[in-house]
């Protein structure tokens, strides 16, 4: 049966694998794959194949990932920004005004012949740059470097790196690295491709060392018509329009100016007096940093220390391109903005209007509509008549051939006078309309401007005494005068009295329609003067009646009544029957409301405790598995799960009750932000936790923004007030008192850098720093020599103390710089915060002489450490005495003090002696004079000195002399010459000092030392052995020495026969010698000879006996080997 049923078995289906259908089959299964990455379609190929060699390239992508990542800070750059800063720096005859000229080409498509002080262009939609050039000035480098955002450094690849641009890099990195980028010109002059590319490869890895491993360093290869490639230029532009910057401490806590326009606005009669007079100076230029306050002081670097007499802001002369409203399609937007260089159109302020006509360097093609604009500013500008006495003399025909109508003939018209004074108010305000367009661009009326209620300006010009006299005589000349002129003046003058009142009133109209919010809530009053005024003015929202009364709109009708409701609502503790309105509280209703107010009462669902554990245990999705039918293993009995009686009717579903597809929902998003936080991305690729960082990144963000956002609803005017005048306005500052050597001797193409000082940087006192001398400088500093400190926004002349800290805490005094080595410097100076970097100089000037001489020029580097109002410098002094008499450890010292009020000074003080016995002062004696009683731990001789080691305490000088360079005259700009140090006083005077005698080193005539024989007591002479014993006898028999003996005796005197026969003994004798000699000299060789003869006969005795050996031994073992038996 078995078998039949294998047999009867159907054979099952056997699907194609091949041929259309099937192919068709794959298709239809197949996963779209056109969407998916390259990793998804072939996870094999992406798999790990080595894990060492996956952790090496994880660490290295992470390593990467934390040298890029810098400390979040926040960006306090306003909306509009003011233009980036970017410093031309080089040597001289480096092409930096070629370079300048060249990307202002690039920018904005025109040429500018000469360029002086600030050029500021619009570069992009977004960004400005302001290009100034750097003289070869260590004042300008100095002030280049504190506020340039960006510095193009020039080098001619021809002669290589000179000493400008090393010491300008160590300016930078004195006072916060900027970011700079190197350009290498005159590459032209290298012929050899060969000697080129070295060259280029040379300079690019000096430059790197020097700023950073990677900085951009570009290549301008050659001039073609005075101008660089246009490649190269644009490749150099593109890479400075795209850069980003890092804010740098310094400038984030300090606001700035940088100066692109100076006018002096000092009354002329003034000066034609006295020609020295201190001048009223206005400056312009763009905030930079923080917001500047109108009340804080400034420091003008080159000029020094002063106050802000008047700030207001003015509008932007090279605004934004999305900021610009065009009047109409044809008009173009302004592009550069340049006063020095006599670039930047027209310019409206409180002093004058500037236009700017069109000069040489412009080469464009007029068109029609300039040309019309020119013809008519020539028509304005010749007009000699104003345009009330034009239309007096024209006339009016209405129908051809008619009577012609003038002025006069209306005049006279009753029935026209009547309507002229009815339209009268309407064509007031029109002319008001027409003011507006004048008034917005920037002229502020000076008589009306304390009328005006959010006036800007920190003060008024009309304070100044001239200024009013000079208008009180204005006046009066206009009132003298004949009669038959006094019409004419009189009509003259009134249209510029109704262009004045015309203008305030438009200023008004526009300050109605404008909604504060402040203004609303107090009324008007001056921000300037900080006191109300009280103005009659309407009120845009509402309207008068009968010039008293003020009809109350809706909305505040409505805060009326919320004001109302919520005040009874408040009114729960008494009743009233006049208020009909307020709660009774004794009904039920109430009662319930009032009950649930309190802990025990009843809650709603989102709040009640019971209700949100309920919906915590619903929005498990599976307690239906958990909590249903269940049976006990154990006893077999089953439990079945309860059903809720209470069923809540359809349509009165609770407020916090969510349903089960919204739990879920809920619960989804929350397992997605879990999975991302923990699970490794759709790549697969696994990553580093850089969460804190990104979460730093975050708040920095949020700070910033933040930031941002708290003044933006506020009125300009208060806005200005509470905040400052944030960065990025241009702004006026009107300087009272300025030397007027400024003004005479200004030179625009040195930066006028205007920096703020915060509070504590306004005070003068002692200074502590941290010093190096620089390792490029030749010579090391001395105490008490001038020198010239750049620290802040400040530079001047002091003369620091060098010291060095003790283990006991104490600064040493120090009468030169240590090598190599840091040490502390003290100096009488301005207050500057903590770890404020400065740099040091010895001179200024840009002599050759002394700059061959110098070779680098900056002298020290350091850092500020601590502000003291006072300073513990101390030297030490050795004060020096002689015993006058030793009674065994005690002895009286002389000569080191002059008094016994000294002494009674230093009792208990340590002394020691050169020898390096220890004693102590004990009391004065009453002779001589100073002296005292002093114990030692031994007994001193007479010939001991006595040291008293102290410390005196150094007053640091109070100098202080900043630097005004710019008040010198042009020629000598570059050459301030402060305090001389003393050595150079001498060398300028060939003054040679007298050397001191004390210190010359000469021969000290010594006498011989005479020393005592050595006597040895006979008692320790019997107790010596026999070779201690002394041998020499000193005495006779007779007592007598021999030296006494020898003296007493008698010279002998030999006769000619007696010295012939000593000298023939003595010849005799002189022969035995040598041939007793010679004897012991061939005895020793014959003694040699036997030896050796001896000894080989000894070794030709034992190898006969090694051979008689050797025969015995053999012998010997043939009769062994015979006797043994055969195997």
């Not at 080469?363 to 000699?384: A, C, G, Q, W």
């Amino acid at each position: 049966m078995a078998d039949d049923s294998a047999f009867d078995k159907k054979k099952s289906h056997r699907a194609k694998h091949a041929g259309r259908k099937a192919e068709k089959k794959k298709k239809k299964n197949q996963i779209d794959q056109s969407n998916l990455s390259a990793r998804q379609r072939n996870p094999k190929a992406f798999a790990i194949q080595s894990a060492v060699r996956a952790e090496r390239q994880f660490r290295r992508k992470e390593d990467i990932i934390a040298k890029k990542q810098h400390i979040p800070q926040v960006d306090k750059t306003p909306l509009e920004p003011p233009p980036i800063v970017v410093g031309v720096v080089g040597p001289p005859r480096v092409g930096k005004t070629t370079v300048i000229n060249n990307l202002i080409k690039s920018f904005i498509k025109t040429n500018v012949t000469s360029i002086k002080g600030p050029v500021t262009i619009v570069t992009s939609k977004k960004r400005r740059i302001t290009l100034i050039e750097c003289n070869n000035d260590v004042n300008s480098m100095i002030d280049i470097a504190k506020c340039a955002d960006l510095v193009l450094l020039l080098c001619d690849a021809s002669f290589g790196f000179e000493m400008e641009i090393f010491e300008f890099l160590n300016i930078c990195q004195v006072h916060g690295m900027p970011k700079i980028m190197g350009v290498l010109t005159h590459l032209d002059m290298i012929k050899n491709a060969k000697t080129l590319k070295t060259t280029k490869k040379t300079l690019k890895h000096r430059f790197w060392t020097e700023v950073y491993q990677g900085a951009k360093l570009f290549y301008l290869s050659g001039i073609v018509h005075g101008e660089y490639l246009r490649n190269e230029i644009k490749n150099l532009s593109r890479f400075i329009s795209v850069m980003k910057f890092r804010p740098l401490s310094w400038r984030m806590t300090h606001a700035y100016v940088l100066g692109d326009r100076m006018e002096d606005i000092t009354n002329q009669e003034a000066i034609r007096k006295d020609p020295k007079v201190n001048r009223d100076v206005v400056l312009y230029g763009y905030v930079r940093g923080v917001p500047l306050m109108k009340e804080s002081a400034v420091h003008i670097a080159g000029v020094g220390d002063m106050k802000i007499s008047e700030l207001s802001y003015l509008p932007d002369p090279c605004p934004l391109p999305s900021r610009e409203k065009k009047r109409h399609l044809m008009e173009r937007e302004r592009q550069i903005y340049a006063p020095f260089s006599g670039v930047g159109g027209i310019v409206y302020d409180k002093d004058a209007v500037y236009i700017e006509l069109q000069g040489s360097h412009h080469h464009k093609k007029e068109d029609e509509e300039i040309s019309e604009k020119k013809e008519l500013l020539k028509n304005v500008v010749e007009t000699k008549e104003t345009v009330d006495e034009q239309m007096q003399e024209s006339g009016f025909q209405l129908f051809s051939g008619g009577a012609v109508i003038y002025p006069d003939m209306i005049k006279d018209d009753e029935y026209l006078q009547h309507n002229n004074k009815k339209g009268q108010e309407s064509s007031d305000e029109s002319d008001s309309d027409d003011n507006d367009s004048d008034n917005d661009s920037g002229i502020v009326q000076e008589k009306e401007s304390n009328k005006v209620p959010w006036n800007n300006d920190s003060g008024s010009e009309n304070d100044d005494p001239a200024t009013e006299k000079d208008n009180n005589d204005d006046d009066e000349d206009d009132d003298s005068g004949d009669n038959d002129e006094s019409d004419n003046e009189d009509f003259g003058a009134k249209w510029k009295e109704k262009l004045s009142e015309k203008a305030t009133e438009a200023y008004f109209e526009r300050q109605k329609t404008s909604k504060n919010i402040m203004k609303l809530v107090y009324g008007e009053f001056e921000i300037g003067n900080k006191n109300k005024e009280k103005e009659e003015s309407d009120e845009s929202d509402g309207e008068e009646i009968g010039g008293l009364f003020k009809k109350v709109t809706d909305t505040q009708k409505k805060k009326h009544k919320e004001k109302e409701r919520l005040d009874i609502e408040e009114c729960s503790s008494f009743y009233s029957l006049d208020k009909p309105t307020i709660k009774d509280w004794t009904s039920e209703v109430n009662k319930q409301v009032l009950i649930n107010s309190f802990v025990t009462g009843k809650r709603s669902a989102d709040e009640d405790a019971s209700e949100l554990l309920k919906l915590d245990d619903a929005s498990d999705g599976d307690d239906e598995e958990m909590f249903g039918d269940f049976e006990d293993l154990e006893t077999g009995q089953k439990h079945a799960a309860t059903e809720n009686e209470e069923k809540e009717e359809t349509g009165t579903k609770r407020k916090g009750e969510l349903t089960r597809a919204e739990i879920l929902e809920k619960k989804t998003k929350l397992k997605a932000k879990f999975d991302s936080e923990y699970d490794n991305p759709d790549d697969h690729r696994i990553k580093g936790d850089h969460s804190y960082y990104e979460n730093l990144k975050a708040e920095a963000l949020k700070q910033s923004e933040l930031n941002k956002s708290v003044f933006d609803n506020l009125d300009e005017g208060l806005r200005i007030d509470v905040e400052g005048f944030r960065p990025g306005l241009y702004v006026r500052m009107l300087f009272k008192n300025m030397p007027a050597e400024f003004v005479t001797n200004f030179e625009a193409s040195y930066p006028i850098l205007i920096g703020s000082l915060n509070m504590a940087e306004q005070n003068i006192g002692y200074v502590s720093c941290k010093v190096k001398k620089h390792r490029w400088y030749k010579k090391i500093l001395k105490t008490n020599d001038p020198l010239i400190i750049s620290l802040g926004w400040r530079r001047f002349q002091t003369l620091p103390i060098y010291s060095k800290i003790e283990d006991d805490l104490k600064c040493r005094y120090l009468k030169y710089t240590p090598e190599h080595v840091t040490c502390n410097m003290h100096f009488y100076g301005p207050i500057t915060p903590q770890n404020t970097g400065f740099l040091a100089l010895q001179t200024v000037t840009n002599d050759p002489n002394d700059m061959k001489q110098l070779g680098f020029r900056i002298a020290a580097t350091g850092s500020v450490n601590e502000i003291n109002k006072s300073t513990q410098i101390v030297k030490k002094l050795k004060l020096v005495g002689t015993p006058t008499k030793i009674y065994k450890k005690t002895a009286f010292i002389k000569d080191m003090f002059n008094s016994t009020l000294e002494v009674a000074k230093f009792e208990g003080a340590r002394i020691k002696t050169v020898s390096g016995i220890r004693g102590q002062i004990k009391k004065a004696i009453n002779k001589p004079e100073g002296g005292f009683r002093a114990t030692f731990e031994d007994k001193i001789k007479m010939s001991d000195i006595v040291f008293c080691r102290t410390w005196f305490k150094v007053d640091v000088t109070r100098f202080y002399a900043p630097v005004v360079n710019l008040l010198l005259p042009i020629e000598s700009k570059n050459a301030w010459q402060g305090m001389k140090t003393k050595g150079r006083l001498k060398r300028e005077r060939n003054i040679r000092m007298d050397a001191n005698k004390d210190s010359m080193y000469t021969e000290i005539p010594r006498a011989p030392a005479v020393f005592k024989p050595l006597v040895i007591p006979k008692a320790l002479q019997k107790g010596l052995p026999y070779r201690f014993k002394p041998k020499s006898k000193t005495t006779t028999l007779s007592g007598e020495s021999l030296k006494d003996i020898n003296k007493e005796r008698v010279a002998v005197v030999k006769s000619p026969y007696e010295q012939k026969v000593s000298s023939v003994m003595k010849m005799l004798k002189t022969n035995f010698e040598t041939k007793k000699e010679a004897q012991k000299k061939a005895t020793k060789e014959r003694l040699k000879a036997h030896r050796r003869e001896m000894n080989e006969i000894e070794w030709r005795k034992l190898k006969r006996q090694k051979e008689l050996k050797k025969k015995i031994c053999r012998t010997l073992s043939m009769m062994g080997n015979k006797k043994k038996p055969q195997m």
